[in-house]
């Protein structure tokens, strides 16, 4: 997940909690990851590659690539220790009830695609403090860049 400053992200919202100390048996609605290794990041010589798959995009050139994928360089193996994830993401409905509970005020444009008929679908629109928020209300946290791409 890319956090941009001022504006919002177009993410779905899925919350990881960590398993360590947690009882045998996952919590209702998520799931275990097992661990594992993962290789994380590119080299730099495929930032020319990175630029020319998105030549048609505006404004696309490696400089932007550089920009983009800059902190992607270099790659690395991590390993991602288990740990639970919502087994779906986050809804319209259930966003809104945090909003009504807490008073919380989003960044995001997200009521805009929150309209009657979408309670059940996954909210959108929502900034990284938005999700950061809603996963903290719910006792629970966003996954860390290793876990999100592993």
């Not at 994380?40 to 930032?47: C, D, F, K, Q, V």
Request: net charge negative; proline share 5%.
């Amino acid at each position: 997940m890319k956090r941009t400053a001022g504006g919002s992200c177009v993410i779905l919202m899925a919350v990881g909690l960590a398993v360590s100390g947690m009882a045998s048996g996952d919590p209702p609605g998520m799931v275990l990851i097992p661990g594992g290794m993962s290789r994380m990041g590119t080299e730099e010589a495929r930032l020319s590659e990175l630029a020319e798959m998105g030549r048609d995009v505006p404004h696309m050139s490696e400089l932007h690539a550089r920009w983009w994928f800059g902190d992607e360089v270099s790659a690395h193996e991590v390993e991602v220790e288990p740990f639970l994830l919502e087994s779906s993401e986050v809804t319209n409905a259930e966003f809104r009830s945090f909003v009504d509970a807490t008073g919380y005020e989003p960044e995001g444009d997200w009521e805009e695609f929150a309209v009657e008929g979408r309670g059940d679908h996954p909210v959108v629109c929502v900034s990284w403090n938005d999700a950061a928020a809603y996963a903290e209300w719910a006792n629970k946290r966003l996954p860390t860049e290793e876990e999100w791409e592993y």
